[in-house]
């Protein structure tokens, strides 16, 4: 058994279902929490901080989309989703309310502890890097402190949406390829998932930039993928929108 200390937070109404991820959890060395509802997770968040939540969809009364959006407006903890039905909107519904991946039933127990290394995997990357702050224009991000500041103004961004910012702004003025970026933020085994990619930067896109403007620290290079400016690359872009 490998001894983890992350805490996992399981969130599942079907108590086979329920038993069987937190029995494959523990065996991986992982502290889990369980709730049978979203009420009772969102009760459990309120006290307790897990590394990863494992959020099913299908839950009775408040949903697996409604709670993730309630947890979203207090919380970056990364979010799995679980899904009964292999269809896309759910999955990009679900990544478009800040869920940072999925996962659909059935699955083997190889797989849930595979989604759920890489996803704590990610996080920890982020939390050891530390680096000075990046200022562009009104946007400042903080590596230290992991915060996001535009106009003065503190954003709120999920882990995934913060470690997709940070990657971008670290090779600010270098074009990064969307399979560059699929691989660094969600793992090599993403390769090619690009709607994953698509949805988060739409979801940061709502948060950074003026939509009746082009974007200006989101740039997409049409073929390629995404790049941040470069802090003469962003005075040229702003004297050219004047």
């Known amino acids: 058994m490998v001894h983890n200390k992350a805490c996992v937070l399981v969130v599942e109404d079907d108590p086979r279902i329920?038993?069987?991820?937190?029995?494959v959890l523990e065996k991986e060395g992982y502290t889990v929490l369980t709730a049978g509802s979203g009420e009772e997770a969102l009760?459990?968040?309120a006290e307790i901080s897990p590394s990863l939540v494992v959020l099913d969809i299908g839950l009775p009364g408040m949903d697996g989309f409604a709670t993730c959006y309630r947890i979203r407006e207090f919380s970056q903890v990364s979010i799995i989703m679980v899904t009964g039905r292999d269809f896309n909107e759910d999955k990009v519904k679900g990544l478009e309310i800040g869920a940072d991946d999925y996962i659909t039933k059935p699955f083997s127990p190889n797989e849930l502890a595979a989604r759920v290394k890489a996803a704590l995997r990610r996080t920890v990357m982020n939390s050891e890097v530390k680096e000075p702050t990046v200022?562009?224009?009104?946007?400042?991000?903080?590596?230290?402190?992991?915060?996001?500041?535009l106009?003065?103004?503190?954003?709120?961004?999920?882990?995934?949406e913060y470690r997709l910012l940070t990657y971008l702004a670290r090779n600010a003025g270098r074009i990064v390829t969307r399979d560059q970026i699929l691989e660094r933020i969600w793992g090599e085994e993403y390769s090619g998932e690009d709607h994953l990619l698509h949805v988060t930067i739409g979801r940061l896109r709502q948060k950074l930039e003026d939509p009746a403007r082009k974007p200006k620290y989101i740039?997409?290079?049409r073929g390629i993928g995404y790049s941040f400016p470069a802090e003469d690359e962003y005075a040229g872009f702003r004297a050219a929108s004047d």
């Open 135 to 149: 200022q562009v224009g009104d946007l400042f991000v903080d590596f230290n402190s992991n915060r996001v500041m």
């Open 219 to 221: 740039l997409t290079r």
């Open 151 to 160: 106009a003065n103004r503190e954003v709120f961004l999920s882990d995934t």
């Open 43 to 45: 009760d459990t968040l």
């Open 18 to 23: 329920l038993r069987l991820e937190q029995m």
